[in-house]
C-alpha cells in the first residue's frame, strides 16, 4: 500500500482525513493499547488479544509515526528493542476512543469493564483528564507542566 503523505488526502472533510490517518482497525488497536492499557513494545502489541501479523504490525506502527501519532526510541534498557509512545496528537485520540468505547458498550455486549464504561459516561470530561494525566506521566512529566505550556502557548 502507498504510504499517505499528510496533507495528501482524498478530501479535506474532516472525517475523511481521519479515517485516512488512523481508520484500520489496527491502527486504533494499537492506540488503544497504548492509550488505555499502557503496552509499548512491538512484542506488547504483537501478544495483544488481537493476534495481529507481524508485518500488519510494522506496517501500522510505521504510518502511525510518520502520521506523528507515535513517536519511535531505543529502549535505554535494551538497545535492541524500541519503545512506542503517543504524542500529543495521539493522546489527542481519547475523546475519539472514548466515544467509540460508549458506543460499543451501549449497543453490544463488550469485554469493557462497566465501571469503566460508567466512568466514561457519567464523567467523561474526568476520564478523558485522567488519561492525559497518566499520559503526561508516562511522559517524565506532570499535569502542571502540561498547564504552564498551554498557558505560554497564548
Given at each position: 500500500?502507498?504510504?499517505?503523505i499528510?496533507?495528501?488526502w482524498?478530501?479535506?472533510?474532516?472525517?475523511?482525513?481521519?479515517?485516512?490517518?488512523?481508520?484500520d482497525?489496527?491502527?486504533?488497536?494499537?492506540?488503544?493499547?497504548m492509550?488505555?492499557?499502557?503496552r509499548?513494545?512491538?512484542?506488547?502489541?504483537?501478544?495483544?488479544?488481537?493476534?495481529?501479523?507481524?508485518?500488519i504490525?510494522?506496517?501500522?506502527?510505521?504510518?502511525?509515526?510518520?502520521?506523528?501519532?507515535?513517536?519511535?526510541?531505543?529502549?535505554?534498557?535494551?538497545?535492541?528493542?524500541?519503545?512506542?509512545?503517543?504524542?500529543?496528537k495521539g493522546?489527542?485520540?481519547?475523546?475519539?476512543?472514548?466515544?467509540?468505547?460508549?458506543w460499543?458498550?451501549?449497543?453490544?455486549?463488550?469485554?469493557?469493564?462497566?465501571?469503566?464504561?460508567?466512568?466514561m459516561?457519567?464523567?467523561?470530561?474526568?476520564?478523558?483528564?485522567?488519561?492525559?494525566?497518566?499520559?503526561?506521566?508516562?511522559?517524565g512529566?506532570?499535569?502542571?507542566?502540561?498547564a504552564?505550556?498551554?498557558?505560554?502557548?497564548?
Amino acid at each position: 500500500m502507498k504510504e499517505k503523505i499528510p496533507g495528501e488526502w482524498r478530501s479535506g472533510c474532516p472525517i475523511n482525513i481521519l479515517l485516512e490517518t488512523i481508520g484500520d482497525t489496527w491502527s486504533l488497536l494499537i492506540v488503544r493499547d497504548m492509550m488505555f492499557l499502557g503496552r509499548k513494545t512491538y512484542n506488547e502489541f504483537l501478544n495483544a488479544g488481537e493476534k495481529i501479523a507481524t508485518n500488519i504490525l510494522s506496517d501500522r506502527l510505521q504510518r502511525l509515526e510518520s502520521s506523528g501519532i507515535v513517536t519511535k526510541q531505543r529502549d535505554p534498557s535494551d538497545a535492541r528493542r524500541h519503545i512506542y509512545r503517543l504524542t500529543e496528537k495521539g493522546i489527542d485520540l481519547a475523546p475519539v476512543l472514548i466515544e467509540m468505547i460508549v458506543w460499543a458498550a451501549r449497543h453490544e455486549e463488550t469485554a469493557a469493564p462497566p465501571e469503566i464504561i460508567r466512568k466514561m459516561t457519567e464523567d467523561r470530561e474526568g476520564f478523558i483528564a485522567s488519561v492525559r494525566s497518566q499520559w503526561l506521566t508516562m511522559q517524565g512529566r506532570n499535569v502542571s507542566d502540561s498547564a504552564i505550556e498551554a498557558n505560554t502557548e497564548d
